[in-house]
């Protein structure tokens, strides 16, 4: 599917013209940035505010995105050189009080947002007026059509070189537990492996949502198993999950929690920017799943903080 990234100047549109100039993208590292080229479509297409509009449109049209995460795949290759020359080091917490760590080395790297770029999936819920589900979700999942995040490939391939294994711990949902070869691991095998990602015929090294009765929403079961037979020199993610567990709780229990561990990010600890979604937005609205679009922005409003409102 076709990226397409909307500069939308409402306030324009009745004083110039019947159609509009969308932006579309060229893939990202080519030859020509993404605003050089432009198709039209009709004003009766363009969507309404979405939520979404300005945060999809930061990831998918900005150079400052694709700065922040060159740079922290950029601090990512300095830190793997650094844990691979100290072999008492673990980024995992689930290894810090091991007697003894695992020879091989591996790094654990989340895949959503963190090596593929699901924009135009979030893009698409913009274009349409429609919020997140799961049945649209795994319908992009299976299309295994997403690029990757920006420095990631090349981070991936750095990490090889070196003899290091790439683990990947994702929550897409392999939905039936005991199964392996789901639909959506074999999709998301293809995805990387079109990316020209190098994946192993003999051990799993894409450990999926589900494969297993005991691997739910929380990481940390997956990090213990690939912490048994490897020493986990970084973690890299976007997601507070992806680092630790116990993390859906509330923003001040995250943030202390992130705040005890500060000594690991940066070091150990890689994380990249997503403001389109995540476990940060969730702990906002509360534990409920059924919340109307409306009953959630509303939530989300009272956690802002303006000028009046202390800290």
């Known amino acids: 599917m076709r990226t ?15 159609c509009i100039i969308l932006h579309s993208t060229a893939p990202r590292g080519g030859s020509a940035p993404p605003w050089r080229e432009t198709v039209e479509i009709e004003e009766a297409a363009v969507p309404g505010a979405h939520e979404q509009l300005h945060a999809v449109l930061w990831v ?26 100290d072999p008492k080091w673990t980024a995992a917490l689930e290894q810090r009080e091991a007697n003894a760590l695992p020879g091989k080395p591996a790094v654990i790297m989340d895949l959503d947002e963190t090596v593929l770029d699901n924009s135009p999936y979030q893009a698409q819920l913009v274009l349409e007026g429609k919020p997140f589900d799961d049945p649209s979700w795994k319908r992009w999942v299976l299309r295994g059509e997403a690029r990757g995040v920006p420095g990631a490939l090349d981070f991936i391939r750095y990490a090889e070189s070196k003899g290091v294994t790439v683990c990947y ?22 995805n ?35 912490a048994r037979s490897y020493r986990i020199l970084l973690l890299v993610g976007d997601d507070l999950g992806d680092f630790m567990s116990g993390i859906r709780t509330d923003p001040e229990d995250r943030a202390a929690k992130a705040s005890e561990h500060a ?3 940066g070091r150990g600890w890689i994380m ?19 919340l109307t679009p409306s009953e959630a922005l509303k939530r989300k409003t009272g956690r802002l903080r303006g000028m009046d409102k202390p800290r």
């Open 4 to 18: 397409i990234r909307v500069f939308v100047f409402m306030a324009l549109v009745p004083l110039f013209s019947s």
């Open 60 to 85: 998918q049209a900005s150079v400052e995105y694709d700065a922040v995460c060159r740079t922290a795949y950029s601090r990512a290759r300095a830190a793997l050189d650094a844990a691979l020359a």
């Open 169 to 190: 711990v994702s929550n897409r949902d392999a939905e039936t537990p005991g199964d392996r070869d789901s639909p959506q691991e074999r999709s998301t095998r293809r």
């Open 192 to 226: 990387l492996e079109a990316l020209g990602v190098s994946l192993s015929a003999e051990e799993d090294t894409i450990l999926l949502k589900n494969e297993l009765q005991d691997w739910g929403s929380d990481k940390g079961t997956r990090r213990t198993l690939v």
């Open 263 to 265: 000594g690991l990010w």
């Open 272 to 290: 990249l920017p997503n403001p389109m979604y995540g476990s940060w937005e969730r702990v906002l609205t509360g534990p409920e799943t059924r």
